[in-house]
């Protein structure tokens, strides 16, 4: 399996932005993670393989949206700020646990090797 991220990018406070993650095809859970400069990698959202159950961190609810298809997985990232600037992994689950642990980086196998994004103010 290998997951590669894409998207990432630079833009200005109140923008918009389109993150994907490719070889997720017959993974459990997806998710997206962030690591911020100085900070540890941080949970952001997670999908089931179903996309029927989504999961948000607070920073980004009502902002951020997960999505995916057969292919691939999306993160719609509208309203940013300066704070969402990080570099953005996503992962993929070998198997599904619990709906708890979709926003568990402990609990994901696989892992993309991050994209950039940068929210000037």
């Known amino acids: 399996v290998q997951l590669q991220a894409s998207g990432g990018g630079l833009v200005q406070a109140g923008g918009s932005l389109r993150l994907s993650c490719t070889g997720s095809?017959?993974?459990?859970?997806m998710g997206w993670f962030r690591r911020a400069p100085g900070k540890e990698r941080e949970f952001v959202a997670a999908?089931?393989?179903?996309?029927?159950i989504k999961d948000y961190a607070d920073s980004v609810k009502g902002r951020f949206t997960i999505s995916r298809d057969a292919a691939k997985t999306n993160l719609q990232m509208n309203s940013l700020k300066p704070e969402d600037t990080a570099v953005y992994y996503c992962?993929?689950?070998?198997?599904?646990?619990?709906?708890?642990?979709?926003?568990?980086?402990?609990?994901?196998?696989?892992w993309g090797q991050g994209t950039l994004v940068t929210v000037s103010s």
């Open positions: 992962a993929g689950q070998r198997m599904f646990s619990s709906i708890q642990n979709i926003a568990r980086e402990s609990t994901y196998h696989y």
């Open positions: 095809a017959g993974l459990s859970a």
């Open positions: 999908i089931t393989r179903s996309g029927t």
